[in-house]
């Protein structure tokens, strides 16, 4: 198979390094074989940006005369988007016309961005990042996003969630293009858990207040001095000055969420901290989260993040060592 993979500007390092050593740990399994190697891998730059390298292979310029079986989009640096969109248009049309000849095209984390600016997602599932996941909806409306999922596939065109998820979506790739035997294989030996079916718990609360509408920023401030302080919406933000359908109209323009959704999120975000601390019992981190009743904080935490907070504070509380 001739595999690509995309070194887009501001690409990040490890999603890099992580794609090319799957494949070449997977060719080598071939090789102990005495079989030829699965993937011809290259690595390819847009002909513009000439100063793209990576150390140890030769970059290739494309063109559109290429043909690739298979390519694959990592994820880009920590706070590349939105400018890196712009310093990738070429791309766009470029993987559209790969997949018009019979292609298939992965994306890794962030790397979904790409993907979904070339419109082959439209329609389809997809995930990326949990953190992104937003502002990923928020730009490409048409997309189908599971932003809780893994992996997903659909029509030659996958995706994967954030980090090491990356290796989740390589494992099925290896699976549909290889064999069980192969995927099994590189999971024992990059220490893979095949069994992880959703991202939700790996992410994190991060609304951003640098935006131009007043009355909403107040009343994002006001939920975050007062989420534990008030039982209901109405309390926390009645000294913001503004009808509230007026309000709630404007603050999902401006959020993609409901003020009532921002309470929740943010009141499921303090009770995380909380249980990763391992300081508090249940009933404490509930009621310094601003809940009272058990089965409503259980409910919604579960909701949110995928688990019960047992479990979610036995995952993160615990020591490596």
């Not at 043909?67 to 400018?83: Q, S």
Request: glycine content about 6%; aromatic content about 10%; proline content about 3%.
């Amino acid at each position: 198979m001739k595999v690509g993979i995309l070194l887009q500007k501001d690409y990040r390092l490890l999603s890099v390094a992580a794609i090319a050593d799957v494949l070449d740990s997977v060719n080598g399994f071939y090789a102990e074989s005495g079989k030829q190697p699965m993937f011809d891998i290259c690595l390819l730059r847009l002909p513009e940006h000439t100063d793209v390298k990576y150390e140890g292979y030769t970059v290739l310029p494309v063109t559109d005369n290429d043909a690739y079986d298979l390519l694959m989009i990592p994820a880009f640096k920590n706070d590349a988007l939105p400018g890196a969109m712009q310093l990738n248009m070429g791309w766009y049309h470029w993987l559209a016309g790969q997949y018009a000849k019979g292609g298939a095209v992965a994306s890794f984390c962030t790397g979904a961005f790409i993907l979904a600016a070339t419109g082959l997602l439209n329609g389809r599932p997809a995930t990326t990042h949990v953190n992104a996941g937003g502002h990923f909806a928020q730009l490409f409306p048409e997309v189908v996003l599971r932003a809780d999922a893994v992996v997903t596939g659909q029509d030659r065109v996958y995706t994967s969630g954030g980090a090491t998820n990356t290796f989740h979506l390589l494992m099925l790739l290896l699976e549909v293009y290889c064999s069980k035997e192969i995927a099994v294989r590189a999971a024992k030996m990059f220490s893979i858990d095949m069994d992880r079916n959703r991202q939700t718990y790996f992410g994190s609360f991060l609304p951003h207040e640098n935006h131009t509408d007043d009355l909403v920023k107040k009343a994002q401030q006001e939920i975050r001095r007062n989420f534990n302080k008030a039982n209901t919406i109405e309390e926390i933000i009645s000294s913001v000055p503004a009808s509230r359908r007026n309000l709630a109209r404007r603050f999902k323009q401006v959020t993609g969420i409901t003020p009532i959704e921002y309470l929740q999120k943010t009141r499921i975000e303090a009770a995380k901290q909380l249980l990763e601390q391992q300081r508090h019992t249940i009933t404490e981190v509930m009621l310094e989260s601003g809940y009272n009743d058990q089965k409503t904080f259980r409910t919604l935490f579960k909701r949110n993040v995928g688990m019960t907070p047992k479990m979610y504070r036995e995952k993160f509380s615990g020591q490596a060592v």
